[in-house]
């Protein structure tokens, strides 16, 4: 499809339908019932608004109905969408309303991931937007009978040079018999006259999330709703072998013992598995569970430890491997070199552990299923509950409810085809409700890896050749039976596009299996990369006696585009054109020099305090943390403050920036200090917050100042590139403190040694 | 029969007396501020008062409020204007929100007791509550404003232009 068939397609066919479709399956079920929680997210469209285009419908009140089609999980998505359209639409922003979008492929992509709603929205919108200022501007000058050009919109009224006013809302029938122009001919506003867009203002749901109405899965309440809860077996691909159904009912409360089907072929987003547990209410359904005896059959993934496969990778990485990148003869250089640096690095599985397990309502009818549930990507819940409950994907409903956190855990939507299946089997509508336990056990985890790398420095102490291996289980295992080998979307997040300027490099990748199901995590393999590569030139600057700053800006060198064509390597740059989202070490650059103003780099640290920096770019969007951290002889670690320079190009809302940018550098400390999750015999080890540790508040430094570079390049992505180099940051920052270099996460005990 | 008082309004409870708190709350009254995140009182998101006092709905046996006052989020303020909800709007704190009412029922729990609590003070009472999103510096800021708000103290007395204008 064209940039403007969807423009015109989509205008003409929602002119024809108005308001019929998607107007009504949000209320009539649950609305009525429903506790005030409700109204707030789940806002139901007027029945009696008028669709302008895809994205926005006009109300006879004067109010504006904005869709979101991208999944609310704490980004503010649903503000930002809002402030473009409302922008470029010239409307009072009171008056406007976010309906939040159904799971429906006329919206294109919903996958609410890879930090990409803004800079795959933001051109269409604004288009959206002032294509609605345009019909209101030349619907006024019709009914005046004037030139379009007397006549400006502005702030829901359209005002003729006259002086002579028309409300946004007495113009609507006018305003849809004016057809806009092609999106290339329509007009946008200049940055200078942006109102909202570029602005710091408060977003849309706060006020319902301080004050406990704002609806996220669990709170979609159904009288009738039954609760599931459900064993799942430990080991991925394992069955049940028996279980006490009559012990489990006899439980007060619950109603029925369920066994679920078990997954065929590779996992995708099939349920694990496993038994449910149907009850009145949760509490039931809990204690019903633990009442069933269940024993397993483990299957093939039941010898997974992941000492072992520690082990196993990190021989992986210190062999040869398939060949990625390379230039000029590293192997040549680096075995001839009086001064070599070789480090090995190591992280975990980790765990997204959103703060709102996974949690989803179903209900079943002969011909079609409606879904609540707090999901990423609605499209693949339509997909994976229909091919769940036997039914074409068009007659699942999924409505997206507030996500209390996702970090990836909830674009993989197994727990809304357990609820549509059960809904199914009872007939009943149910809700699925993971206990944190299921959470950490029954995961998609991040990738478990290893990184090797080996460099030649010269007698100034610049790196000569460059050897990096990586290696670690790839998400393809998650859609692929056996895949084991790191797709190359995997290698393009901070391995294929590394940016380091040298006469000899070579990448390579290794193979490593699967025993557990893979997923993505909040900005997904950068998190292992940054940690190895922004370690290791941290490790390099050591040895060579230089300022690491000084040395991370002459290792990246001077100011250019990354070309690695000549390399016979080719990175995907985050689906982003690289003419359009070049990769230009000037901006990487630049960020490194600004966060290093802003932490007073190179002041004089008091015994056992130290700063680190880190810089890498991710996501189109660059991003240099500094972090200060004390280390007391007792190897007690407090990190006391981080500074982060971000460069995301144009930016939409600049305090969500600041705010997901200090709240991905607080998840960045997971990588850190959480315990990893670990597995023997193929379970996962932890269980809840006591031994799967993430980052509390006496962990996370009480200030980390954020400056957004200000910028009108393209929009970039905001929500995960703080994230991977806050590990390196603060291990470096803990090696200039104490001297102790942490090479493998978590960090545990290493400083107590 | 268990008797107590859920945000001013009387209740009785006479299932399972072992159903924690937090259940019965969200299952049985439709109460859905209280959030679950645990279920072992590790992370704070269902905080509740208990007779003013910040408790773990999540681990709390109904048996045990027989006679006690409950209060949820829902019923903090009359217009969600208690002045930490307002601090929390003031600072922009949220992100997905799903911790931020069991954060603010402990926040405000802190300053009914301690209304100018120090910095570390704020560290040690809060520590109890995990945000994912990583919200903690803001937070901090929040309380710091709101007991500023509660007491008419404006801190330490002097203007600290750091603190001033957009979040930092």
Known sequence: ?753 | MITFTVNGNKHEFSGDPSTPVLWYLRDELNLTGPKFGCGMAQCGACTVHIDGVAQRSCVMPVSTVQGKEITTIEGLSENGDHPVQKAWVEHKVPQCGFCQCGQIMQAASLLSTNPTPSDEEIVQNMSGNICRCGTYPRIHKAIKSASKSMTGNAGVGFFDPSQAGEEA
Not at chain 1, 14 to 35: C, N
Not at chain 1, 448 to 468: C, M, R, T
């Open chain 1, 1 to 753: 499809m064209s940039e403007n068939t969807y423009f015109d397609m989509n205008r003409r066919s929602f002119l024809k339908s108005t308001a019929a479709a998607g107007a009504l399956v949000l209320g009539t079920y649950f609305i009525g019932s429903a506790p005030r929680a409700m109204a707030g997210v789940l806002a139901k469209p007027a029945e009696n608004a008028k669709r302008a285009n895809l994205f926005i419908a006009l109300r006879p009140d004067g109010m504006v109905e904005v869709t979101c089609h991208r999944s609310e999980m704490g980004q503010q998505i649903r503000t930002a969408i809002a402030q473009i359209v409302a922008d470029e639409m010239e409307a009072s922003w009171e008056k406007v309303i976010v309906i939040q979008g159904k799971g429906d492929p006329k919206y294109g992509d919903q996958n609410t991931d890879g930090s990409r709603s803004i800079r795959f929205n933001m051109q269409r919108l604004r288009e959206m937007g002032a294509s609605v200022r345009y019909m209101m501007q030349h619907a006024a000058a019709k009914r005046w009978g004037v030139e379009p050009n007397t006549c400006v919109a502005a702030q829901h009224v359209v005002t003729h040079t006259s002086g002579k006013t028309l409300a946004y809302k007495d113009l609507i029938d006018d305003a849809l018999t004016i057809t806009p122009p092609e999106a290339d001919k329509l007009k946008l506003k200049d940055r200078k006259e942006w109102r909202y867009i570029n602005t710091g203002m408060a977003h849309i749901d706060l006020q319902d999330i301080v004050t406990g109405k704002a609806t996220f899965a669990a709170d979609v309440r159904e009288p009738k709703a039954l609760v599931a809860i459900i064993e799942r077996p430990p080991v991925v691909g394992g069955k049940v072998k028996s279980f006490n159904a009559e012990k489990a009912k006899a439980v007060k409360g619950v109603v029925d013992v369920i066994e679920m089907p078990a997954p065929k072929g590779a996992p995708q987003f099939q349920p694990k598995g496993g038994i449910a547990i149907i009850a009145n209410n949760t509490w039931a359904a809990w204690q019903g569970r633990k009442a069933l005896e269940v024993t397993w059959d483990d299957g093939a993934n039941g010898d997974y430890n992941s000492e072992s496969f520690k082990a196993q990778l990190l021989n992986t990485v210190n062999a040869p491997q398939a060949l990625v990148r390379e230039k000029g003869d590293a192997l040549s250089v680096l075995e001839e070199a009086s001064d070599k640096l070789v480090a090995d690095y190591y992280v975990p599985h980790l765990a997204q552990a959103p703060m709102e397990p996974p949690c989803a309502t179903a209900m079943y009818y002969k011909d079609r299923v409606d879904v609540w549930a707090a999901t990423q990507n609605p499209q693949a819940d339509m997909e994976t509950v229909g091919a769940m409950v036997g039914m074409d994907k068009e007659k699942i409903n999924v409505h997206v409810t507030m996500l209390g956190g996702a970090f990836g855990r909830k674009s993989k939507p197994d727990f809304s085809a357990e609820a549509a299946y059960l809904s199914m089997k009872t007939g009943k509508p149910i809700r699925v409700q993971w206990t944190r336990e299921d959470d950490i056990q029954h995961g998609f985890y991040h990738a478990v890896s290893a990184q090797h790398v080996e460099a030649a420095l010269d007698e100034n102490g610049k790196i000569d050749a460059y050897l990096h291996r990586t290696a670690f289980s790839p998400i393809a295992s998650t859609f692929q039976e056996g895949a084991n080998a790191p797709f190359s979307f995997e290698l393009d997040l901070g391995f294929t596009d590394n940016p380091i300027l040298t006469p000899n490099m070579k990448l390579e990748r290794g193979e490593a299996p699967a025993k557990a199901r893979i997923g993505w995590m909040r900005s997904v393999s950068n998190i292992f990369h940054a940690f190895a590569v922004q370690s290791f030139i941290n490790e390099a600057a050591h040895k060579a006696g230089k300022d690491s700053k000084e040395y991370l800006l002459e290792v990246i060198g001077p100011d250019r585009i990354l070309d690695v064509t000549e390399q016979k390597a080719e990175y995907n740059n985050y689906w982003g054109d690289k003419s359009v989202y070049p990769l230009d070490t000037g901006r990487l650059r630049n960020v490194i020099e600004k966060v290093s103003d802003m932490a007073g780099w190179g002041r004089e640290m008091p015994k056992g305090r130290g700063l680190g920096i880190a810089a890498h770019r991710s996501f189109l969007t660059y991003v240099a943390t500094v972090v200060e951290v004390e280390v007391s002889a007792a190897g007690d670690l407090n990190v006391i403050k981080s500074w982060v320079a971000i460069d995301a190009g144009t930016v939409v809302n600049t305090d969500t920036v600041k705010n997901q940018t200090q709240g991905g550098s607080v998840y960045g400390i997971t990588t850190a200090i959480s315990d990893g999750i670990t597995f023997d015999k193929g379970r996962v080890q932890q269980s809840n917050f006591h031994n799967y540790r993430v980052p509390r508040m006496s962990d996370s430094p009480l200030d980390v100042e954020v400056e957004i570079v200000e910028s009108d390049a393209p929009p970039a992505g905001v929500g995960e590139p703080a994230t991977p180099v806050y590990a390196p940051a603060l291990c470096n920052a803990i090696f200039a403190a104490c001297g102790k270099r942490i090479r493998q996460l978590p960090i545990g005990n290493q400083l107590k040694a």
